[in-house]
């Protein structure tokens, strides 16, 4: 554990440091849970950014990240998984972050991430 967190940054120091935010900005939350991360961004980019495209798989838990950010037209909400390829996998369905890809899971789309950002 010592290693892992001698690898670890503040996050602070990431979202200041490393990242360089600006108005033509898209920035893609893949597993967008509930929208934290996403609501995390937003107080850095004090909502100056191109678009948001939020994938979260897991049914229960994007039904709070589209609560979330209702009537925002520039972030898009999709219920779906982000793989090698677009598609269908089986996804266990937990209503936490604890979901994941299982054989016994419920079929659940699968994107790539190329296609989700296109041209951006």
Do not use: W
């Amino acid at each position: 554990m010592k290693y892992l967190l001698s690898a670890t940054d503040d996050k602070e120091e990431i979202f200041t440091g490393y990242f360089k935010f600006g108005k033509n900005e898209s920035y893609l939350d893949i597993g967008a849970y509930k929208g934290d991360t996403l609501r995390e961004f937003l107080s850095y980019t004090e909502g100056d950014y191109r678009k948001i495209i939020a994938a979260e798989p897991d049914a229960k838990n994007f039904l709070k990240l589209k609560m979330n950010f209702e009537g925002k037209d520039d972030i898009i909400c999709l219920n779906c998984a982000c793989s090698d390829y677009n598609g269908v996998a089986a996804f266990l369905t937990l209503g936490g972050r604890q979901s994941h890809i299982s054989e016994c899971g419920k079929e659940i789309r699968t994107v790539t991430v190329d296609s989700l950002i296109g041209d951006d």
